[in-house]
């Protein structure tokens, strides 16, 4: 099976950058979003912003993988940290990812915990170590911080302390 990634980032800001370096660019307009499609590194690829928010994110990866045939996916983002001594700028590689705003604890699920799902979203080990090696050989490696770890997403912009501080507790 040909390899084609999925690159998807909620905001402009987020892809704009990587669709710039695209070779053989090609772009396709479905349901108000533009999907760019050519190579990157040698690498077949469609990066495309999805919108804010979980449900944007479900749509736009469903069509990059029912029209564009991905087979593996990166969803790229800025975000706020909750991690110490992460800093501006460092860069955090997800292991597993939880949704901090879902709760059905009422029906005896974990707090994040889609029902009947795990309560993680346990990454690919070898993106992760892909990512991760490429990153540390990036000119970013001298002034920033790469890590490997959790990462807790939701549909809200966290902005108080007191939120954050649950968010950190929830999902260490």
């Known amino acids: 099976m040909k390899e084609i990634i999925g690159i998807i980032g909620a905001m402009n800001v987020e892809v704009a950058t990587l669709c710039t370096q695209l070779e053989n660019k090609k772009t396709e307009k479905i349901s108000g979003l533009e999907f760019n499609q050519g190579m990157l590194k040698k690498k077949e690829v469609v990066i495309v912003r999805s919108g804010v928010g979980k449900v944007n994110a ?22 706020g940290a909750t991690g110490k001594g992460l800093g501006v700028f460092d860069f955090v590689i997800s292991t597993e990812v939880a ?30 170590q892909s990512a991760l090696n490429v990153a540390e050989s990036s000119s970013f490696a001298k002034e920033h911080k790469f890590v490997k770890g959790r990462i807790a997403s939701g549909d809200q912009f966290i902005a108080d302390k007191a939120t954050k501080d649950k968010i950190i507790q929830n999902f260490e």
């Not at 479900?58 to 975000?79: D, P």
């Not at 949704?99 to 080990?125: L, N, R, S, T």
Request: with cysteine; hydrophobic share 45%.
């Open 99 to 128: 949704y901090h705003d879902v709760d059905v604890q009422i029906f005896g699920y974990k707090i994040g915990q889609i029902p009947e799902q795990e309560q993680f979203f346990i990454a690919d080990k070898n993106m992760v």
């Open 58 to 79: 479900a749509l736009c990866v469903q069509t990059l993988v029912n029209k564009f045939n991905v087979t593996k996916i990166i969803n790229t983002g800025i975000a």
